[in-house]
């Protein structure tokens, strides 16, 4: 039988399922931006100002299990 999913809606549901899924594993994600420009609203409004944020370099997001460091 299989097990049906729903699907992730915002970006921080996304990113809390990584998480959950890569706590205690000692998993690390490297994502790496060469002139990425991302265009990043003031408000949620459709009239909102919007700044533009340029990225180069690169970003990575580790987990760590406490209560595993804590318990071994």
Do not use: C
């Not at 996304?14 to 991302?38: K, N, P």
């Not at 990225?55 to 406490?66: A, I, M, Q, S």
Request: aromatic share 6%; hydrophobic share 35%; charged share 20%.
């Amino acid at each position: 039988m299989t097990q049906k999913t729903a699907d992730t809606q915002t970006w921080p549901d996304l990113a809390i399922g990584l998480y959950d899924q890569l706590t205690g594993r000692g998993a690390e994600i490297t994502y790496e931006f060469h002139s990425m420009e991302v265009s990043v609203p003031s408000s949620a409004s459709p009239a909102a100002n919007h700044a533009t944020w340029r990225l180069n370099g690169t970003v990575k997001v580790r987990t760590r299990d406490e209560s595993a460091a804590v318990r071994a």
